[in-house]
């Protein structure tokens, strides 16, 4: 089992950017993928970005590919989502999500824990 902590999130203004966190209690964290999804007001959660367990995959979403990466640190127990060039439409409560041994792609169902989120807003 693993809890995340999302941290990181603020008000920012358009084309400037972000770093958030996900901090994972428990001494397994190597052995998880992390996802970043996101949901907006009256949307569906989405995919954003995903790091496998060991590191040597990583997926994005179309609408943040080139904008945002993704990393992690395994002696932190942290997983990074670097957000550059933000716009409005990323506007949205960030979440991150463990599965394990998973590959972290943008299958939803195949997470089975996660944080509480953070709250990213983008003005214009």
């Known amino acids: 089992q693993v809890q995340l902590v999302e941290s990181g999130g603020g008000l920012v203004q358009a084309g400037t950017s972000l770093r958030l966190s996900c901090a994972a209690a428990g001494r397994t964290f190597s052995t998880y993928a992390i996802g970043w999804f996101r949901q907006a007001p009256g949307k569906e959660r989405e995919f954003v970005a995903g790091i496998s367990w060991n590191g040597d995959s990583t997926y994005f979403a179309d609408s943040v590919k080139g904008r945002f990466t993704i990393s992690r640190d395994n002696a932190k127990n942290t997983v990074y989502l670097q957000m550059d060039s933000l716009r409005p439409e990323d506007t949205a409560v960030y979440y991150c999500?463990?599965?394990?041994w998973g590959r972290g792609t943008s299958r939803l169902r195949a997470y089975n824990y996660w944080g509480q989120g953070t709250q990213v807003t983008v003005s214009s």
């Open positions: 999500a463990a599965d394990l």
